[in-house]
């Protein structure tokens, strides 16, 4: 039995999370999303919210689960039981920091996999936090969400 983590800051789960999440579903035989409780970046959506809107967006995926963690991303995999981290490459600025991330990751723990899954082309532009500017200034996002995160814009942003 394989299990892999996708953790991440989700500030909320866009399309292109959930397009990483599907295919690593197919390949492993149970995914954990891992929400990040803390991390060093302003968030819009509280942890719970985050969860919830990935609970939302998954829900057809019986072999997915979302829980949020605060400790250590490779701490959280070992107590997970995971053998698997996945994380999203867009584009080759995300390369240098997820290279580090993984050797570091290995490094501390060495039984511990990093895979990485291509971004679907379709998405390749897309990060939360642009999304979040783009949602701020009304622009049309509905392509880019899931239907549960574009309703949650809406009540936070209070938008029509
Ligand atoms: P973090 O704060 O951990 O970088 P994010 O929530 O921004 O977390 O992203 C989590 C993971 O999803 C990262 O591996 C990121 O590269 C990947 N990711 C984000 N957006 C996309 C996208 N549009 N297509 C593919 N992967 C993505």
């Given at each position: 039995?394989?299990?892999?983590?996708?953790?991440?800051?989700?500030?909320?789960?866009?399309?292109?999370?959930?397009?990483?999440?599907?295919?690593?579903?197919k390949?492993?035989?149970?995914?954990?999303?891992?929400?990040?409780?803390?991390?060093?970046?302003?968030?819009?959506?509280?942890?719970?919210?985050?969860?919830?809107?990935?609970?939302?967006?998954?829900?057809?995926?019986?072999?997915?689960?979302?829980?949020?963690?605060?400790?250590?991303?490779?701490d959280?995999?070992?107590?997970?039981?995971?053998?698997?981290i996945?994380?999203?490459?867009?584009?080759?600025?995300?390369?240098?920091?997820?290279?580090e991330?993984?050797?570091?990751?290995?490094?501390?723990?060495?039984?511990?996999?990093?895979?990485?899954?291509?971004?679907?082309?379709?998405?390749?532009?897309?990060?939360?936090?642009?999304?979040?500017?783009?949602?701020?200034?009304?622009?049309?996002?509905?392509?880019?969400?899931?239907?549960?995160?574009?309703?949650?814009?809406?009540?936070?942003?209070?938008?029509?």
């Amino acid at each position: 039995m394989t299990k892999a983590i996708y953790p991440g800051t989700f500030d909320p789960v866009t399309n292109g999370h959930l397009d990483i999440a599907t295919r690593a579903s197919k390949l492993f035989d149970s995914l954990i999303i891992g929400v990040y409780d803390k991390p060093a970046k302003k968030l819009l959506f509280s942890t719970k919210e985050r969860v919830e809107l990935w609970k939302g967006a998954i829900a057809n995926l019986p072999n997915v689960s979302v829980e949020a963690y605060s400790s250590l991303t490779v701490d959280y995999a070992g107590q997970s039981g995971a053998q698997v981290i996945v994380r999203g490459l867009r584009m080759s600025s995300d390369f240098e920091g997820e290279f580090e991330m993984a050797l570091m990751n290995k490094s501390i723990n060495p039984n511990l996999e990093s895979a990485f899954l291509m971004t679907n082309l379709h998405y390749q532009f897309l990060s939360s936090s642009l999304l979040k500017e783009v949602a701020l200034l009304n622009g049309n996002i509905a392509d880019l969400v899931p239907p549960n995160v574009l309703a949650a814009f809406k009540r936070k942003l209070a938008l029509p």
